[in-house]
């Protein structure tokens, strides 16, 4: 038999323990800010600066992040798995790719990103960036953080649903299983019969929907699993 295609959802809790907060854990980034507020597009309209100074926040203490065991576990993965390692991260720091992982797909944006709401054309963000800065492509006064919002449709779609479509394996990592489409992605899984794991601190809220469920820090449960796929 070849080896096993697998794809992996990761979330805010395997950057938990690089000190990057997650949304819905007690005191978290929801539990400060109302989502309304600085993850909607209306929220930008309202007051641009209120949410290009939590994405600047957001950027700097990334920046200043380092990636953890399971971060590293991944890019392992992806460098020794005789068949297709798809990753896939609902996470908008750069943990993975500073881990060692290629071709990361970020479905709801990145923080290194800057997004022209006018063009579309995507630039490297600056550390901090401000409102109403230029388009170097279009030069309109229309930049934004290239972020996916609540109401936006995530980015990728096409090529994630590809890869579920392949699956032998799904692996979610880190994530409540509260936000579509990812929380749908175990669905999509188990609908070509792959096999479904859950690598969690805490249940997510779909926790029934996985064959295998493993509860415990990332940097642990990671590493964990990772050598018990490549020992095969
Ligand atoms: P959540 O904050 O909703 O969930 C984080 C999950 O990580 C919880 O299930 C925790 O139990 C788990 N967790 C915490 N610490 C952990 C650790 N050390 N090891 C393993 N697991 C740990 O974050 P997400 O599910 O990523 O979207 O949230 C999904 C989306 O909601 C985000 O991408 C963001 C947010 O609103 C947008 O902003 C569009």
Redesign the pocket.
């Known amino acids: 038999m070849s080896a096993p295609s697998i794809v992996i959802l990761t979330?805010?809790?395997?950057s938990?323990?690089s000190g990057l907060g997650?949304?819905?854990?007690e005191g978290?980034l929801?539990a400060q800010h109302r989502?309304e507020d600085v993850?909607t597009p209306e929220g930008f309209a309202r007051n641009p600066q209120l949410v290009v100074d939590f994405y600047n926040a957001r950027r700097a203490q990334a920046a200043d992040a380092n990636p953890n065991a399971a971060h590293m576990a991944l890019a392992r993965l992806q460098a020794e798995h005789a068949g297709s390692v798809t990753l896939v991260t609902?996470?908008v720091d750069d943990l993975h790719e500073k881990g060692g992982s290629v071709d990361v797909i970020h479905m709801?944006g990145a923080l290194n990103s800057a997004l022209c709401a006018t063009c579309e054309h995507r630039w490297p963000a600056p550390l901090a960036m401000s409102v109403g800065q230029d388009c170097p492509y279009c030069t309109g006064p229309t930049a934004r953080p290239d972020?996916?919002?609540?109401g936006e449709i995530p980015y990728h779609m096409e090529r994630i649903e590809r890869a579920l479509a392949n699956a032998d394996v799904f692996v979610a990592?880190?994530?409540?299983?509260?936000?579509y489409p990812?929380a749908g992605f175990v669905q999509m899984a188990r609908h070509v019969g792959a096999e479904t794991i859950e690598?969690?601190?805490?249940p997510?809220e779909n926790v029934g929907l996985f064959d295998d469920v493993r509860a415990?820090?990332?940097?642990e449960?990671v590493p964990n699993w990772v050598a018990e796929v490549l020992a095969g």
């Open positions: 979330g805010a809790g395997i938990a323990e997650t949304f819905r854990d978290g929801w989502i993850a609902q996470n709801h972020i996916v919002w609540f990592i880190g994530t409540s299983g509260n936000v990812a690598i969690n601190l805490e997510g415990g820090k990332a940097s449960t």
